[in-house]
T-cell receptor
Framework: AQSVTQPDIHITVSEGASLELRCNYSYGATPYLFWYVQSPGQGLQLLLKYFSGDTLVQGIKGFEAEFKRSQSSFNLRKPSVHWSDAAEYFCAVGIGGGADGLTFGKGTHLIIQP | KAGVTQTPRYLIKTRGQQVTLSCSPISGHRSVSWYQQTPGQGLQFLFEYFSETQRNKGNFPGRFSGRQFSNSRSEMNVSTLELGDSALYLC???????????FGPGTRLTVL
């Protein structure tokens, strides 16, 4: 069965600084990879996805992620964070694009310092 | 285009009762999935429906069930509620069986 690890439970970043959230997955083949963001009391919003092709994917709100097969990683990055980026971030893996149910990491709570 | 809607948004029940949650997918989406989110276990997949058929099911007891109607709307039911069922229940829809999933705001269930 597939699994997802987000090693950082909390991350604190100063506003305007760069951000990298780590995600490692375990799956025998190339998975479908996603990053979602959740604000307090809200559902999940899709930031970006990787299905195939270019390993550097661009998403909404200035986020990007890079798929590295050799490291089984799909890290999320943003060059300059804004206070509104404070939220919970979830990495997820799907083996059918989502049809078989997404497996989520435990999430990383992002705190933005002024 | 309207997003995924879930009703009710908040619900309080007592142990032993049953509850039904509703989800309306994005128009044109035929796949609906349900997830449970708790602080301890995180986000866990419950089940997925496509064209009124349950295609996949996560590792949850039989007290958790669901169905999908011909208009793709879905309901999930939890019988004989336990304290541990307190959670945010999220519904997600996708166009087909291999598409990205769009999530609703969730139903916050509290079991007393």
């Amino acid at each position: 069965a597939q699994s997802v690890t987000q090693p950082d439970i909390h991350i604190t970043v100063s506003e305007g600084a760069s951000l990298e959230l780590r995600c490692n997955y375990s799956y025998g083949a190339t998975p479908y990879l996603f990053w979602y963001v959740q604000s307090p009391g809200q559902g999940l919003q899709l930031l970006l996805k990787y299905f195939s092709g270019d390993t550097l994917v661009q998403g909404i709100k200035g986020f990007e992620a890079e798929f590295k097969r050799s490291q089984s990683s799909f890290n999320l990055r943003k060059p300059s964070v804004h206070w509104s980026d404070a939220a919970e971030y979830f990495c997820a893996v799907g083996i059918g694009g989502g049809a078989d149910g997404l497996t989520f990491g435990k999430g990383t709570h992002l705190i933005i310092q002024p | 285009k309207a997003g995924v809607t879930q009703t009710p948004r908040y619900l309080i029940k007592t142990r032993g009762q049953q509850v039904t949650l509703s989800c309306s997918p994005i128009s044109g989406h035929r796949s609906v999935s349900w997830y449970q989110q708790t602080p301890g276990q995180g986000l866990q997949f419950l089940f997925e429906y496509f064209s009124e058929t349950q295609r996949n099911k996560g590792n949850f007891p039989g007290r958790f069930s669901g169905r999908q109607f011909s208009n793709s709307r879905s309901e999930m039911n939890v019988s004989t509620l336990e304290l541990g069922d307190s959670a945010l229940y999220l519904c997600a829809s996708s166009f087909g069986t291999r598409g990205e999933q769009f999530f609703g705001p969730g139903t916050r269930l509290t079991v007393l």
